[in-house]
Nanobody, 119 residues
Framework: VQLQASGGGSVRIGESLRLSCLASGISLDSDYVGWFRQAPGKPLAWVSCFAGVTAYYTNSVKGRFTVSRDNAKNAVYLDMNNLTEEDAANYYC???????????????RGQGTQVTVSS
């Protein structure tokens, strides 16, 4: 199983980014798929997840971030809008979990993609 998060970059406050989580060796169409982030000097934090067909978000991103699936591409996306400096972090995706917000509950955890937000 290989899992890769991509799409990070440097943006200004208020701009948008789309992160992609691409998988090989495992289907993303029904398992829990989670997004996490870690800012410098801070612990890993849960951002969002798909649990079956339902999406969940941490409070700080509700209304700004949207998670979606493309089963044909075996991909999950995280659309991030109206980015703030607090959103700057390394973002990770994880697959096949049992608890949305628990990084350790996921069987497969990918490498991160860096998001930088500046004024």
């Amino acid at each position: 199983v290989q899992l890769q998060a991509s799409g990070g970059g440097s943006v200004r406050i208020g701009e948008s980014l789309r992160l992609s989580c691409l998988a090989s060796g495992i289907s993303l169409d029904s398992d829990y798929v989670g997004w996490f982030r870690q800012a410098p000097g801070k612990p890993l934090a849960w951002v969002s997840c798909f649990a079956g067909v339902t999406a969940y978000y941490t409070n700080s991103v509700k209304g700004r971030f949207t998670v979606s699936r493309d089963n044909a591409k075996n991909a999950v996306y995280l659309d991030m809008n109206n980015l703030t400096e607090e959103d700057a972090a390394n973002y990770y995706c994880a697959v096949k979990g049992t608890t949305c917000s628990s990084w350790l509950s996921y069987d497969y955890r990918g490498q991160g993609t860096q998001v930088t937000v500046s004024s």
